[in-house]
């Protein structure tokens, strides 16, 4: 079983940038898919990015070029940095993570992090 804590949300100015990380423990990332989902007031929780174990990885349309998902295997975390931030990317961030070496993250993994809050407003 794995435990994930996410830091690094905040508020910033629109344009501004942002680097979230989850820290894991219990197990070793390197051995999951880890996704970031996000989740805005009145709307579903979304998928922003995930990374397989391979170190494959997928965006929503809405982020690509934007956000970049990492990780570092050594320090068992995965990072979401978050670049040229819109006031529509205002949400709670969730870090998740699936017990599987390769995912399409069309269905999330079975953990999650607490979330942590990202406000974009000038």
């Known amino acids: 079983q794995v435990q994930l804590v996410e830091s690094g949300g905040g508020l910033v100015q629109p344009g501004g940038s942002l680097r979230l990380s989850c820290a894991a423990s219990g197990s070793i990332v390197s051995d999951y898919c880890m996704g970031w989902y996000r989740q805005a007031p009145g709307k579903q929780r979304e998928l922003v990015a995930g990374?397989?174990?391979?170190?494959?990885?997928a965006y929503a349309d809405s982020v690509k070029g934007r956000f970049t998902i990492s990780r570092d295997n050594a320090k068992n975390t995965v990072y979401l940095q978050m670049n040229s931030l819109k006031p529509e990317d205002t949400a709670i961030y969730y870090c998740?993570?699936?017990?599987?070496?390769?995912?399409?993250?069309?269905?999330?993994?079975?953990?999650w992090g607490q979330g942590t809050q990202v406000t974009v407003s000038s």
């Open positions: 998740n993570a699936d017990q599987v070496l390769y995912s399409t993250f069309t269905v999330p993994g079975d953990y």
């Open positions: 990374i397989t174990s391979g170190s494959s990885t």
